[in-house]
T-cell receptor, first 111, second 113 residues
Framework: LAKTTQPISMDSYEGQEVNITCSHN???????ITWYQQFPSQGPRFIIQ???TKVTNEVASLFIPADRKSSTLSLPRVSLSDTAVYYC????????????FGTGTQLKVEL | DTEVTQTPKHLVMGMTNKKSLKCEQH?????MYWYKQKAKKPPELMFV???????INESVPSRFSPECPNSSLLNLHLHALQPEDSALYLC????????????FGAGTRLSVL
């Protein structure tokens, strides 16, 4: 599985856009990029998944450049409730796949 | 319904006790997982079940014994645990083992005295 590198922590204020970048230089051809959010004492929650270019849903956007060696999770207009750990995972969608969580990014949103 | 239910939410046990963690999902998912998460660390995969059969065991000590009675239920039997086994135990499920999109329960907070 491709290893991922993310910033350990980020700080932001309510109403701002937050961009969390994940580096995955060894991504394989059939690997997808998946992001999870985790609040304290809860299980991770799936946010978004993409393979290339841009994916958007009601929660976030995911930007993936052509070389796919990195990706950026964009959270528009964050609020206090977005304070959480965000994990970037890279892996194939084929059989036998297992999720390997990296260290994640602790996002802290303040007033 | 995208819910994975884990019971109990909290568990305190002694090193000689036998206890079980339970996990249930009704999404028709055919893959189920156990993860262990220590404080301020990412979740670590322990076991994977695919179509009710053990598919992956990440070299977990035998004091942890998983069981999948049917496609909706997943148990983790605990026996002779050590204090360092204290952690948040998370259950997850996905449509099949190959999916990167997993649905997690809220976890069981385990304390071993």
């Amino acid at each position: 599985l491709a290893k991922t590198t993310q910033p350990i922590s980020m700080d932001s204020y309510e109403g701002q856009e937050v961009n969390i970048t994940c580096s995955h230089n060894n991504i394989a051809t059939n690997d997808y990029i998946t992001w999870y959010q985790q609040f304290p004492s809860q299980g991770p929650r799936f946010i978004i998944q993409g393979y290339k270019t841009k994916v958007t849903n009601e929660v976030a956007s995911l930007f993936i450049p052509a070389d796919r060696k990195s990706s950026t999770l964009s959270l528009p207009r964050v609020s206090l409730s977005d304070t959480a750990v965000y994990y970037c995972l890279v892996g194939g969608s084929g059989g036998g796949n297992k999720l390997t969580f990296g260290t994640g990014t602790q996002l802290k949103v303040e007033l | 319904d995208t819910e994975v239910t884990q019971t109990p939410k909290h568990l305190v046990m002694g090193m000689t006790n036998k206890k079980s963690l339970k996990c249930e999902q009704h999404m028709g998912h055919r893959a189920m997982y156990w993860y262990k998460q220590k404080a301020k660390k990412p979740p670590e995969l322990m076991f994977v079940y695919s179509y009710e059969k053990l598919s992956i065991n990440e070299s977990v000590p035998s004091r942890f014994s998983p069981e999948c009675p049917n496609s909706s239920l997943l148990n983790l039997h605990l026996h002779a645990l050590q204090p360092e086994d204290s952690a948040l135990y998370l259950c997850a499920s996905s449509q099949n083992q190959g999916s990167n999109i997993q649905y997690f329960g809220a976890g069981t907070r385990l304390s071993v005295l």
